[in-house]
């Protein structure tokens, strides 16, 4: 109990290093290889929760009651990914904080690419006609 206590009251700032807990006591465990596992794991959270807060378009003529549901799951995954990120990010690791915002930046470049391909699709698609 007084080395978890020990180990908490240490980092109440931003610091470098391996030594991070992160979500679970023992991970990353001291490790090099698992530290950078942990901070690619939450660049992976982080981009994935970007891409899923942009709403999916629905066709018309959906189901009210499939794309509530639909929608609802999004939710909860996109909730759920960014409660685990920001619990990581309170190890005040500066790696894991790096590797969160790149992670949240990355993913809405992609949302945000992916919308214009659909938008320059839809554009072409009405001029060819």
């Known amino acids: 109990m007084m080395n978890m206590k020990k180990s908490m009251e240490r980092h109440m700032s931003l610091y470098w290093g391996k030594d ?17 596992l942990s ?8 981009m994935v ?18 794309g509530g549901l639909i ?7 996109r ?6 990120i920001m619990l990581a990010v309170m190890s005040f690791n500066l790696g894991i904080f790096i590797a969160a915002v790149v992670g949240h930046t990355f993913g809405f470049f992609l949302a945000k690419c992916h919308d214009i391909y659909v938008v320059n699709k839809e554009k072409n698609n009405e001029s060819s006609i």
Do not use: D, R
């Open 49 to 66: 929760a970007e891409i899923l807060s942009n709403k999916p378009t629905f066709k018309q003529g959906t189901n009210h009651i499939k």
């Open 20 to 36: 991070a807990i992160l979500l679970f006591p023992s991970w990353p465990n001291h490790n090099v290889g698992m530290y950078f």
């Open 71 to 77: 929608q609802a799951t999004i939710y909860f995954f």
């Open 79 to 84: 909730v759920s990914f960014l409660y685990l």
């Open 39 to 46: 901070c690619w794991f939450v660049f992976f959270l982080a």
